[in-house]
């Protein structure tokens, strides 16, 4: 059943599936969510005024993406019964998930083959298939993937990595392999390419602070994580650009299915987080090397915590940063997003905040003294080049912000106060279930009515 009930709460929201082309997947009966939310929309007495479209961000499967949806909604409910405003909400659900959190199965050691037990560890042959499901298909790359993890599979978990490690040649080869298939296309922060090299990724994940956290779980001084570590930047980088090829095809489309299907007063919201961002802001842009925007603007545009570029909105990237023209430039014009776009940041999310220079020291490029970096998240530096305006900081029981917020006009807020409950390496990336921030974007919704 495509619509859920948010457990202990008078909430609910239709969950639509789609699958890693973007194409929508049918419920188990047989049916599509999108036809039953469109019919649902359509239904004589519903008089829908607002639909809320959600969109999760990576290592997000099906369950958790429910999980995400009953956290952030039932954080509070802003929607009074005399306001007026009748809400429709719709949560999205595309495969995210980059990696297990499992540990690999260690390989046989000892005189007799002997291998410690974990019952929750996974085989090789269980992590080629769940990183085949991620990684594009290609030839060769089963077998480079066998190659990768079975290597990893013989280190002991607990051995250090040192300034001699190395890869093994055939390691290496392998993972050129992989990164042939996961050519990146053009988009925001290609940093994989034809000038990346896994060797150069290795030295650089042995080298990294040990609570640099993503990649390896902060655990790039131990040499099986280190070896791991091209294939979890590849898997990270791949899932990026799938995330705004799914904002162009699925999300894009369901943008515009409801905006044919409903009157013209009726206002479209989105809300992203982490690459939720690229997915909203692509659907937002829609399909094409040319931006087509929607039938009628998107009424106000909500990314939380991005793991989007800091100059995807930029009209004219400084030449410092490479110059150029921001890939989601257009999304801040009139016509595609008529009321505000709101972006918040965290100094507690680790994902963003440091997996981003990470990235910039493994693809060879660095940041400019105290000036803002090349490669950088929205959900640490904010949107920039897009004349964006600073609201105050978001504080602990908020529940509007510090400044009125007004229509065609980018926003930028520290949410450092709300926003800060740590969770493994990540942070506080995804400590999104709080009422100031339901708030936040409720705020934003109700501008220009």
């Not at 190659?147 to 050129?176: G, H, K, M």
């Not at 007063?265 to 909203?280: E, Q």
Request: aromatic letters at 8%.
């Amino acid at each position: 059943m495509s619509l859920r009930r948010i457990p202990g709460k008078d909430q609910e929201y239709y969950l639509i599936s789609y699958d890693k082309h973007g194409d929508e997947r049918p419920d188990a009966d047989g049916t599509h969510a999108s036809a039953e939310a469109l019919e649902a929309l359509q239904r004589p007495g519903a008089d829908v005024t607002d639909v809320f479209i959600l969109c999760h961000g990576w290592q997000g499967d099906y369950d958790g993406a429910i999980a995400q949806y009953d956290r952030w909604l039932g954080a509070a409910n802003p929607d009074a019964a005399d306001d007026g405003i009748r809400p429709f909400v719709i949560g999205v659900h595309w495969p995210s998930r980059a990696w297990s959190d499992r540990e690999l199965k260690s390989a046989p050691t000892g005189l007799l083959g002997e291998e410690a037990p974990d019952d929750d560890a996974m085989s090789i042959e269980e992590a080629v298939d769940e990183y085949a499901a991620v990684l594009p298909e290609g030839e060769g790359v089963r077998a480079a993937l066998q190659t990768v993890l079975a290597y990893a599979s013989e280190i002991d978990p607990d051995e250090d990595a040192t300034d001699r490690s190395t890869l093994p040649a055939e390691v290496t080869r392998a993972y050129r392999t992989l990164a042939e298939a996961n050519a990146v296309a053009d988009g925001d922060d290609p940093l994989l390419g034809s000038g990346w090299d896994p060797d150069e990724v290795f030295q650089a994940t042995c080298e990294a602070p040990s609570d640099d956290g993503l990649l390896g779980g902060g655990l790039f001084h131990k040499l099986r994580e280190a070896v791991l570590g091209p294939l979890r930047q590849l898997t990270f980088w791949h899932c990026k650009n799938q995330a705004r090829e799914f904002g162009e095809r699925g999300a894009a489309q369901l943008v515009r299915e409801i905006m044919a299907a409903t009157p013209e007063h009726v206002r479209v919201h989105l809300m992203g987080h982490s690459f939720g961002t690229i997915a909203m802001s692509a659907a937002v842009r829609g399909p094409g090397k040319v931006p087509q925007p929607p039938v009628r603007p998107v009424a106000s545009l909500y990314l939380v915590q991005g793991a989007v570029s800091l100059w995807a909105f930029a009209e004219q990237v400084p030449a410092r940063v490479g110059g150029g023209r921001g890939y989601f430039a257009d999304v801040v014009r009139p016509e595609f997003v008529a009321g505000p776009i709101v972006v918040t940041r965290s100094s507690w999310d680790y994902a963003v905040g440091r997996f981003y220079p990470l990235a910039v020291r493994l693809a060879g490029q660095y940041l400019l003294g105290d000036e803002l970096p090349k490669y950088g998240g929205i959900g640490a530096f904010g949107m920039q080049g897009a004349g964006a305006v600073e609201l105050p900081p978001l504080e602990a029981g908020e529940t509007s912000p510090g400044a009125e917020l007004s229509a065609g006009i980018r926003y930028n807020i520290d949410a450092s106060a709300v926003i800060k409950t740590l969770q493994g390496a990540s942070g506080a990336h995804s400590d999104l279930a709080h009422s100031e921030l339901v708030w936040l974007g409720w705020r934003a919704a109700l501008v220009g009515r």
